[in-house]
């Protein structure tokens, strides 16, 4: 009888909470005028098979993806302090692509215990190749032209994770790893949602593969919450 | 020429031993090729190749940063193969018993080596590049100084055809220029293992400066605005600082190997073999400090910091061989004495050069 009262009244509050829930919303703007993207016309063209993938236009890097108003786009925000949250194990795996010997996308974040799968869309072979700096080992695995999708999952938070090819060295991606399903990624419009995120007072951190991070703090209480941030580069 | 003397200046052997050598410095610049592309890891199986034999592997597969990977792998294969060829060949045909065992550690280095070059693959660990590297340019100095010793001119030097004396505070110089230039190598190999690109951009100054700025916001400003493609690990204030001493040393270099070529000149004289290769010594430096600032102007272009590390070692064994052929000779050669001052009814004649 009294574990029965407990699982209600814990259900009671998870309900509660999740009623409760909110999301915190904000736009990233760029202040200032950022260097000029590299072009990579020459590194892929100095290989056949992806030149030959790529067609006409040759990518650029997408260090800094601002808009036309400032609107800046690869920013990973997350509440820095909410750990031993992540519900990765049973998140749906995110997936980086290689498709004309570039990784798509070039940022982007999971959960601590999620996979990402990654594929290969070339006619090439690549080797995938992640570098930690945060505990989460090294992997490097060959993967070949319309070979199977390697699998991977990182187990500690880390901001930046690199995965890169070396036989195609200018192909590079960074993963964010969060402890926490609360984040998310600045998208071309600037905009970020952290979605369903517990009432409580929350330290918002938004970081840039550049520039850094800046945090800000935050109490969710019965109603979404907007927080922007401000970049600037000199 | 008595036939110990033959053994010793067998044509032959001293030849493979320059081919050696030769495919050894062909073997340095293309494993200089594999990180100045950062191709280091871009074959992450060894001793196999993407699952094939290493000899096996589909030319097809030749691409990009594997090209230059699986090339330094098949060289160096060919250099382990000529090395232990030579080694059994001084082992059988060479009656000096020091000249054997060097033939027996050029084998286990090279061995030594090539498991080193494996083991980084495979353990996925930087570090051992960075050894890998200085490894092979002692390994590339042994091979010199096999064909030095094989050679007919080493014979005849041992002999004491050429008798001058070269003397003590000359030596010193000359080694102890040697071990800086040796530190100098394990500098610009830990550099290189950093994957960070240039630390400093522009050269003769540093970010603008004298001595650059390495505060944290500094380095987090130069970050902030570098678009390196390939080696874009963030600089940190040790690969700043890194790049700076190695530039001092550098200096240091320079003013130390023409110190030495001005007392070669003074003491031994312009036309002895030590003076010119002291002369040549610093025409390399000369043109190592012009590659150093080159690298920087062109961003660290690969073929030009590759080029870099190929004159570096030519500059390390140049030295190594001053000092080995220097060493040969007496520190001082004992006075003449006078017939004069010598007893006896026959009145011996001077046997005796005189001292410089």
């Known amino acids: 009888m009294k574990n029965a009262f407990s699982v209600l009244a814990i259900g009671i509050f998870g309900a509660w909470q999740t009623a409760s829930a909110a999301d915190i919303t904000g736009v990233i703007t760029l202040k200032g005028t950022p260097p000029a993207e590299t072009d990579l016309s020459s590194y892929i063209k100095g290989n056949a098979d992806c030149a030959a993938m790529q067609g006409d236009k040759m990518p650029t890097t997408h260090f800094f993806v601002v808009g036309s108003k400032g609107e800046f786009a690869d920013v990973v925000v997350s509440l820095n302090n909410v750990t031993g949250k992540s519900t990765g194990a049973s998140a749906p795996p995110a997936v980086l692509d290689q498709k004309g010997c570039i990784y798509v996308p070039g940022i982007f974040a999971v959960q601590t215990g999620q996979k990402i799968i990654v594929k290969t869309s070339d006619s090439c072979p690549h080797n995938v190749h992640t570098i930690s700096t945060a505990g989460n080992g090294e992997h490097n695995d060959v993967q070949m032209a319309g070979g199977a999708d390697l699998t991977y999952t990182f187990g500690k938070p880390e901001a930046f994770l690199k995965f890169q090819c070396d036989v195609h060295p200018w192909m590079k991606s960074w993963v964010t790893v969060v402890d926490s399903p609360y984040f998310s990624v600045s998208d071309k419009d600037g905009k970020f949602v952290i979605k369903n995120v517990p009432p409580g007072k929350y330290t918002v951190e938004a970081n840039h593969r550049k520039l850094g991070a800046q945090t800000q703090d935050v109490e969710v209480k019965d109603g979404d919450v907007t927080v922007n941030f401000t970049f600037t580069v000199k | ?356």
């Open chain 2, 1 to 356: 020429m008595n036939a110990k003397a033959q053994n010793r200046n067998d044509p032959w052997l001293h030849r493979f031993a320059v081919l050696t050598a030769v495919i050894t410095f062909l073997l340095l610049g293309i494993g200089g090729l594999v990180t100045s592309h950062e191709a280091g890891m871009s074959v992450p199986d060894w001793p196999t190749s993407y699952g094939y034999n290493m000899f096996a592997l589909p030319i097809k597969f030749w691409k990009g940063g594997a090209f230059f990977e699986h090339s330094h792998r098949l060289l160096a294969s060919g250099a382990g193969l000529l090395t232990t060829i030579l080694a059994v060949w001084i082992w059988l045909k060479d009656s000096r018993k020091w000249m054997k065992w060097l033939g027996v550690i050029a084998f286990l280095l090279v061995v030594a080596q090539g498991v080193l070059g494996g083991l980084r693959v495979t353990l996925k660990m930087d570090n051992l590049g960075v050894i890998h590297g200085v490894v092979a340019q002692s390994f590339f100095i042994l091979m010199c100084a096999i064909a030095l010793f094989t050679s007919r001119f080493w014979g005849k030097w041992s002999a004491g055809e050429k008798t001058f004396c070269v003397p003590r505070g000359l030596r010193t110089l000359a080694l102890a220029t040697t071990v800086l230039v040796f530190c100098q190598l394990v500098l610009g190999a830990t550099m290189r293992g950093q994957h960070a690109g240039l630390a400093i951009p522009d050269f003769p100054m540093a970010y603008g400066k004298i001595w650059p700025d390495t505060s944290a916001d500094a380095v987090a400003r130069y970050n902030a605005v570098r678009m390196d493609v390939i080696s874009e690990n963030p600089i940190k204030t040790f690969g700043i600082i890194l790049q700076m001493v190695h530039r001092i040393v550098a200096l240091a270099i320079f003013v130390l190997v023409a110190a030495g070529v001005w007392r070669s000149w003074r003491r031994l004289g312009g036309k002895n073999l030590l003076t010119k290769l002291a002369i040549f010594w610093l025409a390399l430096i000369i043109c190592q400090i012009a590659l150093g600032a080159w690298t920087i102007w062109s961003n660290k272009a690969a073929d030009v910091a590759t080029l870099h590390v190929l004159v570096g070692a030519l500059s390390l064994v140049t030295g190594a061989l001053w000092c080995i052929i220097a060493f040969r000779r007496p520190m001082s050669l004992p006075e003449i004495v006078p017939a004069t001052t010598i007893s006896g009814v026959f009145g011996t004649p001077p046997a005796m050069v005189a001292n410089k």
